[in-house]
């Protein structure tokens, strides 16, 4: 007999089921599918049947009775204690199936140690932005189309109104008429100078979402140009990307993640990983110093109790991984601000768009009312 896994880490699924009996069949094909991915009938080995085929541990009713709590085990080495491969082990396959929802992941020490969670946190952003007894407020550089030039002047305008993070609109990345290096370098340059100006000490994120390595390629090509954060969005590029941006230790720049096309998995559905997991804590266990999501109450469907929970797994104590700072955004604007600090409190990264426009052409003006409202509230 030989252990093929050693420590284990704990996945809790919500199963639709009318009866305990037919949620338990579904539970095991979980257990099967998330693992070996072969008839059990035909495995011959016990030690794969012993170590690697996942565990019930536990499998409770609730709601409704027509659900049912269903917490499996798997070892730690069917991750490979790589990013890609441990969100294979937690809803691979089983995520083609209808009426499964991924609602907790309780860690192992050992994945704690691989995936590092963020670099600097919500109290580095603190500590790099010098922010520290309110609110931060964040500014994007939009829409696409802009010139260059403008983009540079908005960044130029929103130092000087007093944003914490200024970052690239995540569907800029390097179209014609918005080169990446040239975009980066004059947006760093202008934030660059306007901090020496004003005293401030604004990042600016550049979105460095890519195809493969031209992802890696970009993110040291900010670097070099003077940005000093970087954005992906992990949806696309893949969270294994965020990971290494996160590892990478000549980079050495906060990580922003953005939920460009999370929804699939997070909206209401058949089946899918819970918001609060999907664009909170998993972003957070990779590597997101910052995690973008939408706020409730504009364009967007989520309710206040959904957003509370994905801030809730950004910033809750988790042993071995920092904070996350969440970033709510969708439907900021001046005149609800007030509201979702009280719902949110002061460790929040609010993300402003179009309502920073609504005042006129004024942008260092029209980022100091956002900021000013957030120092009021302490």
Partial sequence: MKNLCSERFVVTYQIEAP??????????????????????????????????????????????GAHFLARISYGVECTALEATQFLNVVFGNSSLQPHIWVVDIELAPVLVKAFKGPRFGLDGLRHLTGTANRAFIQAVIKPMGTPVTTLAHMCRAYVLGGADVIKDDHGITNQAFSPFVERVKRCAEAVAEANAQSGHHTLYAANVSADGETLLERAYLAKEAGATALMVAPALVGYGWLNRLAKEADLGLPIISHPAMMGGFAL?????????????????????????????????TFTADQCKRIHHYCTKPVAGIKATCPSPGGGVTELRLPELLDLYGKDTMFLVGGDMFRRGPDLAANMKVFVDIAKQHG
Avoid: C, H, N
Wanted: glycine share 12%.
């Fill in 19 to 64: 009866t305990y009996e037919e949620a338990k069949a579904i539970a095991w094909g979980v257990q099967v599918e998330q693992t070996i991915e072969f008839p059990y009938d035909f495995l011959q080995d016990e030690d794969i049947k012993r170590d690697v085929v996942g565990r019930l541990e536990s499998l409770e009713p609730v709601g409704d």
């Fill in 268 to 300: 209401p559905g058949v089946s899918g990983i819970a918001d609060y997991l999907w664009m909170g804590f998993l972003p957070r266990l990779f590597g997101a110093d910052m995690s973008i999501f939408v706020s409730y109450g504009g364009r967007f």
